[in-house]
Every structure is written in C-alpha cells, then in structure tokens.
C-alpha cells in the first residue's frame, strides 16, 4: 500500500497575498503542477484523496479526485504545523491495502520526515526535499513504512530509497 504524500502546489508568494491564507489559491503555474498530479497518480489507483482545508491544498487535489470520482476529503489534522496529529493520521494509513493520496503543507512534511524516518529501514535522504507540487510515495504495511520515493513535480522519479515499491520506480 502507498500513501502519496503530495505537498500542495505552487500558490504564489504569501506576502503578496492580502486576504486570509487559508484562502490563498494556486497560481496558474500551481494548476498546471495540479493537472500534470492526474496522470501522475492516477496509475496508483487511490481510494481516498485526504487534504488539509487550506484552499491551496484542495485546488491541488481536485482535478485528481474529479478523474478518480472521488470527493476531496479534508482535516485540519494535514495543515500547517500539524505534526504529531499528521503523523499519527499518516502512520494510520500505512495499515490500509490501498493507495491514498495526502495532500499537506512543507512544513507538515518536514515534521513527518522526521517522524517517519527510522534508521535501516526508512530514510528520506540529504535534504528531503519537497518542492512545491512533488510527492513522496510512501510504500508500508502494517502499519508502517519500509520505503520512499520522490517525485518531482512534472518530471517523475528523481531518487528511489530503499525498496522499489512504485510502478513508476526506476530499475
């Protein structure tokens, strides 16, 4: 099972913005990011597509769950600064038998990278990146996750850690 773990795409500068930020939408180079996560994902087959409530979160999610036919599913426990309570939704989805998409914010993923590596058997590598519209595929069972695999955004695998577990894996 995998749990793609999409951080939100590009928004454009928060300084630029006037209004709530909970509000902020994706730039037009951010609904690209999020049309191009359709043919993406879609391979992976995913039953649920989970978002942090912020706007940009759901817009980057959207046209993902349009083409699957499902509804984009929020909780606050995926927003900004969410940490132990996005881990603990994480971990429980390692349990499951089938992909789920999780769409959050850098720092989320920051604190899940650190909360998810363990030594030998999950590493994210030197700097875990997570640009604006990437995914991390996240590959466990029981509860657990045995191997990463970022995907940068439009360009695929870039670096597979650990086991191959993704069909979009490099050999």
Same mark, same amino acid.
């Given at each position: 099972?995998?749990?793609?773990?999409? &951080?939100?795409?590009?928004?454009?500068?928060?300084?630029?913005?006037? +209004?709530?930020?909970?509000?902020?939408?994706?730039?037009?180079? +951010?609904?690209?990011?999020?049309?191009?996560l359709v043919?993406?994902?879609?391979?992976?087959?995913?039953? *649920?597509?989970?978002?942090?409530? !912020?706007?940009?979160?759901? *817009?980057?999610?959207?046209? !993902?769950?349009?083409?699957?036919?499902?509804?984009?599913e @929020?909780s606050?426990?995926?927003?900004?600064?969410?940490?132990?309570?996005?881990?603990?939704?994480? &971990?429980?989805?390692?349990?499951? @038998?089938?992909?789920?998409v999780?769409? @959050?914010?850098?720092e @989320?993923i920051?604190?899940? *990278?650190? &909360?998810?590596?363990?030594?030998?058997?999950?590493a994210?590598?030197? +700097?875990?990146?997570?640009?604006?519209?990437?995914?991390?595929?996240?590959?466990?069972?029981?509860?657990?996750?045995?191997?990463?695999?970022?995907?940068?955004?439009?360009?695929?695998?870039? &670096?597979v850690?650990?086991?191959?577990r993704?069909?979009?894996?490099?050999?």
């Open positions: 099972m995998e749990v793609l773990l999409v &951080r939100h795409a590009h928004a454009g500068a928060k300084d630029r913005w006037s +209004g709530d930020d909970r509000l902020r939408p994706l730039s037009a180079r +951010g609904r690209g990011e999020a049309l191009a043919e993406l994902l879609a391979p992976y087959r995913p039953r *649920q597509v989970l978002s942090s409530p !912020l706007l940009r979160c759901v *817009q980057t999610v959207q046209p !993902l769950a349009a083409h699957l036919g499902l509804p984009v @929020t606050e426990a995926l927003g900004p600064r969410a940490d132990r309570d996005a881990a603990r939704l994480v &971990r429980s989805l390692a349990s499951g @038998t089938r992909a789920v999780v769409c @959050t914010h850098g @989320t920051e604190a899940l *990278q650190r &909360r998810l590596a363990r030594p030998g058997h999950l994210f590598g030197p +700097g875990s990146e997570h640009e604006k519209g990437s995914v991390w595929v996240l590959g466990g069972s029981g509860g657990r996750f045995a191997d990463a695999i970022y995907l940068r955004p439009g360009q695929g695998p870039r &670096r850690l650990n086991a191959q993704s069909p979009h894996a490099e050999s």
